[in-house]
């Protein structure tokens, strides 16, 4: 499918790093573009408000140096990711700070406005907005959305209940734009399959949590590694919105993962999180069903790297039948 300029001949590998609450920074961002695929980060990470600025000047300026040292590799380009729920009180102020900075991408979750859209296309930006079935695909478009990224079952976070076969086939029977994937994608045939069905780019999170840029405590990177699709529990009790988490940290909470009750999405609060005293994401650890393809620590320009080894060594078997 046809790309916007924004993502055409930009990247290196067709994926986008999804922003992680709490986890995604800076540092994370950064090594992702340099290694040629999407970095993000949600806004809400930079705290307090003004933080987002700081971020913001750094990402751009180490970017644009290290374009200016690299020409025949540039980096690829960052997306900033907006929670359009009410519950975001900071939204007018962060978009202020995307439309100062250009930021390339703008990934909206939890709702759609077109008032957001609109800022972002001012300066030429795109939007993309995550959903979870194929009717808030439909309103997502119909109110400005350049693309969508298709949240499908077994991705990490608030994740949907929809296969992700069953979703891109009923979001391509009427939309031929820009269209992602999350949902268990953790390899480079992973990636290579997600195309396969009808998605332009891989959305993959989890992994990453596993890298040494990324901001989570050692023991949460150490689960990545250590667990499986066996250990995710879905469970709306944390945000309000259901999602998938790490049984061990549900377990360490004090909590049983058998009989954990609904959440209501009105108690959300990004700012601190969740419904209960086991904060999500702090220490109510949330990942994807692909994270047992992840087997060891690392950086994020190794597990890019062997993401690539993958992607193309899948293409090559493909190829071969």
């Keep these: 499918m046809a790309l916007p300029a924004t993502l055409q001949n930009t990247l290196r590998l067709p994926v986008v790093g999804s922003p992680l609450f709490i986890i995604s920074n800076p540092n994370l961002v950064i090594a992702q573009c340099k290694a040629g695929i999407v970095g993000s980060f949600p806004a809400l990470n930079a705290r307090p408000e003004p933080v987002l600025e700081d971020w913001l000047e750094r990402i751009t300026a180490e970017l644009s140096e ?40 703008v990934i909206t979750s939890l709702g759609a406005k077109e008032w957001v859209n609109e800022m972002v296309h001012s300066y030429g930006g795109i939007v993309l907005h995550d959903i979870i079935n194929n009717r808030f695909a ?77 901001d989570a405590e050692q023991a949460y990177k150490q689960a990545i590694v250590d667990h499986g699709a066996d250990d995710i529990v879905y469970s709306s009790l944390f945000t309000g919105v259901h999602g998938n988490y790490l049984k061990p940290s549900i377990e360490a909470a004090g909590l049983d993962p058998k009989n954990l009750p609904d959440g209501d999405i009105r108690q959300m609060d990004f700012g601190s999180g969740g419904n209960t005293d086991a904060k999500a994401w702090k220490n109510i650890w949330g990942c994807g069903q692909g994270i047992g393809a992840v087997k060891s620590l690392g950086t994020t320009a190794e597990y890019v790297a062997k993401l690539t080894e993958e992607y193309q060594n899948a293409k090559a078997r493909i190829n071969a039948l």
């Design 66 to 105: 290290y374009d200016e040292a690299h020409p025949d590799a540039p980096s690829a380009p960052f997306a900033v990711n907006q929670i359009v729920h009410g519950s975001n009180a900071r939204l007018k102020h962060d978009m202020d700070l995307c439309v100062k900075y250009k930021a390339p991408i």
């Design 138 to 214: 439909k309103k997502a478009i119909e109110k400005g959305a350049d693309g969508l990224i298709a949240v499908a079952a077994g991705a990490g976070g608030h994740a949907g209940t929809t296969s992700p076969m069953a979703l891109i086939q009923e979001i391509r029977e009427w939309f031929d734009g820009p269209l992602l994937l999350s949902g268990a994608i953790a390899t480079g045939g992973a990636v290579l399959a997600s195309q396969a069905m009808g998605a332009d780019l891989a959305y993959i999170g989890s992994a990453f949590i596993a890298t040494e840029e990324a």
